[in-house]
T-cell receptor
């Protein structure tokens, strides 16, 4: 079945350093969504990418969708302690059923 | 609007017991789903529903039942709890993932932390 893989699983950075998480799908995606989950909280939608090669920015966060629409990345510039949490990518299921399949997530720890 | 409401927040069961996790949304969302979250495993889809009266299996459906008699409610039933079902369960809904070709973002509830001993 369809798989969505994320790397790395964990990342520890010093405050001010950059951070990147990568998402790869076994199949071509019509779109990809990114979510953030703060410790003890629930996932919250960040952004959606739809077009091949699309790049979107939210302040210090930059999201990219690969040309082949099988991979995506989230880059955070100059991390802050408020960036701590787990970041998930998610893509539609391979069949046209509307279901959303999540990657394993990347947990970011930021040392002040 | 309350959004997506899950009850209970915490639950401890003994092996073999049954229970129902409740999920309700007041956003008139057609799509509802249940995920479980385990360390290192991310969010795995248990069951989902694209509308009232329609349900389907996700990635890890065994040991769980669902029904969708109304648009608002999507309860998850554990028939005979097992220690392997110890997890955090999230209910999530969205406007419509079929009519908008999967573009609707998911709104998550606060989760239910379940421990089976």
């Amino acid at each position: 079945g369809q798989q969505v893989m994320q790397i790395p699983q964990y990342q520890h950075v010093q405050e001010g350093e950059d951070f990147t998480t990568y998402c790869n799908s076994s199949t071509t995606l019509s779109n990809i969504q990114w979510y953030k989950q703060r410790p003890g909280g629930h996932p919250v939608f960040l952004i959606q990418l739809v077009k091949s090669g699309e790049v979107k920015k939210q302040k210090r966060l930059t999201f990219q969708f690969g040309e082949a629409k099988k991979n995506s990345s989230l880059h955070i510039t100059a991390t802050q302690t408020t960036d701590v949490g787990t970041y998930f990518c998610a893509g539609p299921g391979s069949s046209n059923t509307g279901k959303l399949i999540f990657g394993q997530g990347t947990t970011l720890q930021v040392k002040p | 609007n309350a959004g997506v409401t899950q009850t209970p927040k915490f639950q401890v069961l003994k092996t073999g017991q049954s229970m129902t996790l409740q999920c309700a949304q007041d956003m008139n969302h057609e799509y509802m789903s249940w995920y479980r979250q385990d360390p290192g495993m991310g969010l795995r889809l248990i069951h989902y529903s694209v509308g009232a009266g329609i349900t389907d299996q996700g990635e890890v459906p065994n040991g769980y039942n669902v029904s969708r008699s109304t648009t608002e409610d999507f309860p998850l039933r554990l028939l005979s709890a097992a220690p392997s079902q110890t997890s955090v369960y999230f209910c999530a809904s969205s406007y419509s993932r079929l009519r908008d070709r999967g573009n609707s973002p998911l709104h998550f509830g606060n989760g239910t932390r379940l421990t089976v001993t």
